[in-house]
């Protein structure tokens, strides 16, 4: 790569494929002839593929290639096979390496990571052990797309294991022979989703799962409750790290030896054990960082700094993803929005320039035409197909009323299924289509683009819910599961049937956005929408602009908190596009995505504000501890307490005893939710102390030492300095007594097992985030939280700051706690998001809108009910010259809700989509 950002020159090897793309037609047939089987490096070598291949079944594009290293021709100058019968004449051995130049504005690198290999370790067996198996061989032993088909057997005799132990931390959180000192942050949780999943696959009531770990890091959003789950099923969790696996009796199985706790040895056989590895990043991604010109930290991964966590320090080169640092999906896509973000500020000055406005061909008129439906039937890997018998219901589908085409697919929602949809609709002059899959709400709009990709009206497709609402909730009782799977087909074609093309309509956005709370992460989220070029404004509920951060010393990785607030309030005050209001609330709200009106009190005076979306940064505040003697010393301080009155002031004194308590009021039943911030908030406060003090006696008790991800080099900095970490259990939590104006507590050491009495001369309590009362701005916008408070996200991994209702966006701790970098994640991520809708002049209303009938006589129930003000009366003048009232609807307000239709004794309202005939016949065919 050359150049500098806004104009860099690319340039990118593309290897031969050996197949040319528009020609095949993914047949298989190449595959199906070829004689040489290679090990499939997709199913992670348990299974073969042929040398002409598609990676795996959902490969975009969907389009076959020919592996060089393993061809018999391309290796030895014979067979040829897959050129002789490939129908189409795609094969092309004279393919060459090509090299493409491009010229671009900015770069986001996501290479990804490298899952770790075990074989180093000769204890654990793998390779050498056949019922050793990795965390992603295990997974692709579950899936229905792996090669097993979603049958779970054991490699070493193909039978279905009852009793599995998984083994956490394998190349990560290492000082030996790996290297890998850092957490790879998705393990604990993938582990216990596992064998979850493992128990809905065996069958019996002898089944067993074990979970080998030294802290259990559930640390993301319901993640905590996840865990709970897992226990309350039966699934055993022991504190031990196993030694060795050694080969099971006849060779099958395996054979660990652990020591509990207690100081126990015990010698164990299971019948599978898994290895959870970590994330670590590959020779590749340390090439690429390379010929990017960007730095690397002591991990290989991307350098970033807390405030530019999607910045390299090559201006216009963005990173995302576990390139950057491990990390689950939910924040990786939440990241990949922020340098989306980033990019767009970069580039604001060319938006718009290259843009191509996608056409669909003419719909086709069916309006003469009868009834022609097609059902295609989704497995959804193992989601469906383990429950539902999916070919059964499409058997079934094929005697129902008007059908005329039924197909079963493993993933209907995948690229390439969309494309046979299209082709399908088209060679089978389908005019109506039924989807037996998953939810509408996050799946409807790809299937409506299917279908006007196939010249068809896009709301001429009904789903049948059969993975949340029965595969999902009926798991024990298959036989029952599928015959509901057939009546909620059953209901869907009787509803497509008599459905009609709905139109939208056009809706012009205002380009204005509002951001709720002047933190650090409405604050970014404004200076990203305001660099865009979109006006906006900022409402704050105080006098002063920072939030939390304020209060802050210092981030995790080390900088200055204080600097960065006062130049992000100076770049906030000064910037030409973004208007503050301080001492404000919002009051009051009407309208919808795109065209939003409120009005907002400023210093108890009222003014009235128009916007096209809104991004609520509303943050969350510190618990009030309710135990352990807080309020009842002036030395038993909460965090932010003690950085603000100790901290700043380097109080404390060499031979001072300072005392942390981890997960005060947290993980417990009245909020039972990990804070996230606290044990890498309380390791680096230890740090600090140590550092400037190395005499004082700094002790953490905890729980979980939960320093996820790269922060795990400050736990292991603080063990080196000295601090000492001591772990309790929520039924032998510390005590604490005051004694003559003393502060005493007492704890027993789990590992020495002996009571221990610690004079503190300050304890810091880790009491933990609380949400902020949402209720008013939730009744505002309609919107919700969750059962602790935080606002909801529409969807945890597909669409994590976006909220449900259409419009509004989410960011930092308002969502759920979280440090500083990731609020800053988050924030741009909203931006990202926010930019997307109002980049738009014009944007689309849904078509599942309200509309007046001729039966309305205008007796105005409806005004009543509707909660979203979209219904008003209007006087018309009828065909013989009488003035009447009729209600006329406003299809931008309007949000298909149904009430108006529910409530009306006449019918003279109704909702399209859901009209009185396509109801009727949803429950006639419920009924049959």
Known sequence: MEGDVGNFSVKIKQKPRYIDMDKCIACGVCAEKCPKKVDDEFNMGISKRKAAYIKYGQSVPLKYAIDPDQCIYLTRGKCRACEKFCPTGAINFDDKERTHTIHVGVVILAPGFKPFDPSIYD??????????????????????????????????DNREPKKIAWIQCIGSRSHNRCDNTFCSSVCCMYAIKQALVTAEHLSGNDISQTIFFMDLRSHGKDFERYYNTAMEKG?????????????GKDGNGVSMRYITELGETVDEAFDMAVLSIGLEASQDSIFLAKTFNIDLDAHHFAATTSFTPVESNRAG??????????????????????????????????????????TYP??????????????????????????????????????????????????????????????????????????????????????????????????????????????????????????????????????????????????????????????VSGMTSALSMADQGFDTLILEKTDTLGGNARALECAFKGEPVQPMVEQL?????????????????????????????????????????DFGGA???????EAIPQSYGYGEHSHIMTHLEFDREVMKNQKTEPNDNVVFI??????????????????????????????????????????????YGVWEQYYQQARELGVIFIRYDLDSKPKVTLKQKEIQVNITDPIIGIPLEIQADYLVLASGVVAHDSDKLTSLFKCSVDSDGFLNEAHPKLRPVDMSVNGLFLAGMCNYPKPLDESIEQAKAAASRAGVLLSREYMELDAIKSFVTDKCDGCALCL???????????????????????????????????ICFATCPKEGIMVHGFTMDELKAQVSAAMA
């Open 662 to 707: 981890q997960c005060v009021g947290s993980r417990e039943p009245e909020r039972p939710y990990c804070s996230r911030i606290c044990c890498v908030h309380s390791v680096k406060t230890a740090i600090a102390l140590k550092t400037r003090t190395p005499d004082i006696q700094v002790f953490i008790l905890y729980r979980d030492m939960r320093t």
């Open 123 to 156: 204890v654990y067996g793998y390779a050498r052990l056949k019922d050793v198996v990795t965390s992603l061989d295990y997974e692709r032993l579950l899936s229905a797309s792996g090669p097993n088909m979603g049958h779970l057997i054991r490699p070493s």
């Open 569 to 609: 309030i100076d770049q906030i005050e000064s910037h030409e596009n973004i208007t503050v209001y301080k001492q404000s609330t919002l009051e009051s709200v009407s309208g919808s995505v795109g065209n939003f009106n409120g009005s907002i009190s400023v210093n108890n005076a009222s003014m009235d504000i």
């Open 235 to 247: 699934i055993r969790f022991i504190r031990a790290r196993p030694h060795t696996i050694d080969p």
């Open 615 to 621: 991004i609520l940064t509303t943050g969350a505040g």
């Open 864 to 898: 009543d009910v509707c909660p979203y003000d979209a219904i008003f009366l209007k006087e018309i003048t009828t065909e013989t010259g009488e003035v009447t009232k009729r209600v006329v609807t406003d299809s931008a307000l309007c949000k298909g809700c149904g």
């Open 362 to 519: 003419q719909a086709t008129d069916i309006s003469e035409q009868a009834p022609a439906i097609g059902v295609f039937v989704c497995a959804c890997g193992i989601n469906i197909s383990n429950v539902v018998d999916v070919n059964a219901v499409a058997n079934y589908a094929k005697t129902l009323p008007h059908v005329v085409y039924v197909e079963n697919n493993l993933f209907t929602c995948s690229a390439d299924t969309q494309e046979l949809i299209a082709e399908k609709i088209k060679k089978n002059n389908l005019n109506r289509v039924v989807i037996a899959a998953c939810t509408p709400r996050t799946h409807e709009p790809l299937f409506q683009e299917t279908l006007k990709e196939a010249s068809l009206n896009g709301f001429m497709v009904e789903m049948a819910n059969i993975r949340n609402q029965n595969a999902w909730v009926h798991q024990s009782d298959p036989e029952k599961a599928t015959q509901k799977a057939m009546d909620q087909v059953r209901m869907a074609v009787a509803k497509i049937t008599f459905s009609s093309p709905l139109s939208q309509g056009k809706l012009k956005v205002n380009q204005r956005v509002l951001i709720i709370g002047g933190g």
């Open 317 to 358: 080169v963005l990173v995302t993803g576990a390139f950057q640092a491990p990390k689950a999906i939910p924040r990786s896509v939440a990241q990949a929005s922020a340098a989306a973000a980033s990019a767009a500020t970069l580039l604001s000055d060319a938006r718009g320039t290259l843009t191509k406005t996608k």
